[in-house]
T-cell receptor, first 112, second 114 residues
Framework: EAQVTQNPRYLITVTGKKLTVTCSQNMNHEYMSWYRQDPGLGLRQIYYSMNVEVTDKGDVPEGYKVSRKEKRNFPLILESPSPNQTSLYFC???????????FGDGTRLSIL | GNSVTQMEGPVTLSEEAFLTINCTYTATGYPSLFWYVQYPGEGLQLLLKATKADDKGSNKGFEATYRKETTSFHLEKGSVQVSDSAVYFCALSGPSGGYNKLIFGAGTRLAVHP
């Protein structure tokens, strides 16, 4: 089954404790992206990757890092999480950036 | 820059009612337009898309027409069901904002009751 898998689905943690949200896709997509969803703001892009070892900033990259060492994986790293990063996060993938994107089921992060 | 504006929700309808969710966009050139749907506890799923002016996207009884003259992409369905209850997002991609991301509206929550 074609899918984008995120882990964990839920996480409650404290300010400053490094965390990683994993994202994996099994569709051999070259393009992957991270979004955060906040009430009244829709989804906003954090980072994206056009291919292995190629990443670039989206609209709200501050406080986040990503890496793309393999085509299937695109982890999101919060080196020092803060409460304003409490949000619902989605990973997405597609063959190219302008194709419809497949989304994971989301990761709800709460930073206390 | 590019942007998408959707009607605010929630939209509450009775089963079999007609649905319209308004979406307008700001962009230079000809972006691609999408409607995504998010069911409770799930990620977004592509509902329909249109890539050029006057294109009509359709899926599962939903339709939307790409109107360049009014910069709109309104979502319609003739007869909604309880199972259509979800959050609907209008989105665009490119050209001036780049094809490397989707720009989303704020989302419109639809609640359909029996």
């Amino acid at each position: 089954e074609a899918q984008v898998t995120q882990n964990p689905r839920y996480l409650i943690t404290v300010t400053g404790k490094k965390l990683t949200v994993t994202c994996s896709q099994n569709m051999n997509h070259e393009y992957m992206s991270w979004y955060r969803q906040d009430p009244g703001l829709g989804l906003r892009q954090i980072y994206y990757s056009m291919n292995v070892e190629v990443t670039d900033k989206g609209d709200v990259p501050e406080g986040y890092k990503v890496s793309r060492k393999e085509k299937r994986n695109f982890p999101l790293i919060l080196e020092s999480p803060s409460p304003n990063q409490t949000s619902l996060y989605f990973c997405a993938s597609s063959f190219t950036g302008n194709q419809p994107q497949h989304f994971g089921d989301g990761t709800r992060l709460s930073i206390l | 820059g590019n942007s998408v504006t959707q009607m605010e929700g929630p939209v509450t309808l009775s089963e079999e009612a007609f649905l319209t969710i308004n979406c307008t966009y700001t962009a230079t050139g000809y972006p691609s337009l999408f409607w995504y749907v998010q069911y409770p506890g799930e990620g977004l799923q592509l509902l329909l898309k249109a890539t050029k002016a006057d294109d009509k996207g359709s899926n599962k009884g939903f339709e939307a027409t790409y109107r360049k003259e009014t910069t709109s992409f309104h979502l319609e369905k003739g007869s909604v069901q309880v199972s259509d209850s979800a959050v609907y997002f209008c989105a665009l991609s490119g050209p001036s904002g780049g094809y490397n991301k989707l720009i989303f509206g704020a989302g419109t929550r639809l609640a359909v009751h029996p």
